[in-house]
């Protein structure tokens, strides 16, 4: 009977989370907002000419959002712009657009979107390296840095309030995810330098985990190089996946939130790219066959 109370307790304590907890939209710095839906977040930013938003989410999400900013009379939608191509970040288009908004996604995540016949609203104007939206006094300078994850993944730096977006290759107080699906980690890191050399930002909003600052990006790009570079000298070393697993510890990075969690799954995402992309199991100088 005990077990049985402690289970249902259980129970009802998850679903109250699940519906008070969702989601959440707050204030990051002037007049842009963080929109948050479970583990995914996503920015809109209010000026004189109607609201710019970014990822739908999906069409729940969406559909909360829209029914947020008619609350608030932030209506019209005057862009909708796509991170990269990701069900998970750009379902939910047709909620949350209106007939009005103009939807933006870069040429691979709109060609993707296309050919995998994603369900959301279709991108109605399309760039390749960067395009400058503008809506009042506000500007949303989007631009391409190569691949890192998934197609068409872009950067969002929003003037004159200084913010920078981007979703999935940046994670800040955070390890990256798990066994980096898909991630291009060479592409992580590069696109992770441009930022840092090329705009001038004082927060970053991601899609997942936290806010932060410069100094966190920096924190991020480190583990990045830190991780990538232990787990090829590893594996010139003739190490094991396991054998690195319990050898690659960085600790200096043990701040990070999921470190204890996925250190051991990040170790096995660069591993596995460096025998995919690296072809280190053609690597015909090693003693060892990857
Ligand atoms: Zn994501």
Redesign the pocket.
């Known amino acids: 009977m005990k077990v049985m109370v402690f289970l249902f307790s259980l129970i009802s304590l998850f679903s109250f989370s699940a519906h008070t907890a969702e989601y959440a939209i707050e204030q990051v710095k002037g007049n842009v907002y963080r929109f948050t839906a479970g583990n995914?977040h996503s920015v809109f930013v209010t000026t004189e000419q109607g609201t710019i938003i970014t990822d739908p989410i999906s069409p729940d999400a969406a559909t909360y959002l829209r029914q947020y900013l008619s609350e608030k009379k932030l209506l019209p939608v005057s862009y909708m712009l796509y991170s990269h191509n990701?069900t998970?970040?750009v379902s939910g288009g047709e909620q949350l657009a209106g007939t009005e908004t103009v939807v933006v996604a870069h040429q691979q995540a709109a060609w993707d979107i296309a050919f995998t016949r994603l369900p959301t609203r279709q991108p109605d104007i399309t760039f390749n390296d960067e395009l400058n939206v503008t809506a009042g006094s506000t500007q949303v300078q989007q631009a391409y840095h190569g691949e890192n994850n998934g197609k068409g993944s872009v950067s969002y730096l929003i003037q004159p309030a200084g913010v920078l977006h981007v979703?999935?290759w940046i994670v800040v107080g955070r390890l990256p995810?798990k066994d980096l699906p898909g991630y291009d980690i060479q592409g992580m890191i590069s696109s992770t330098k441009a930022v840092l050399s090329r705009f001038d930002f004082e927060i970053f909003v991601g899609?997942?985990a936290d806010i932060g600052t410069r100094a966190d990006l920096e924190h991020y790009l480190a583990y990045l190089e830190a991780l990538y570079s232990a787990v090829r000298d590893g594996m010139l070393a003739g190490k094991t996946l396991t054998e690195l697993q319990q050898s690659i510890t960085l600790e200096q990075f043990s701040d990070l939130k999921m470190y204890n969690e996925w250190l051991t799954d990040n170790i096995k995402g660069v591993y596995q790219s460096l025998v995919d992309d690296s072809y280190f199991n053609f690597r015909a100088d090693l003693d060892k066959t990857y």
């Open positions: 995914y990701h998970d970040h979703v999935d995810y899609g997942h």
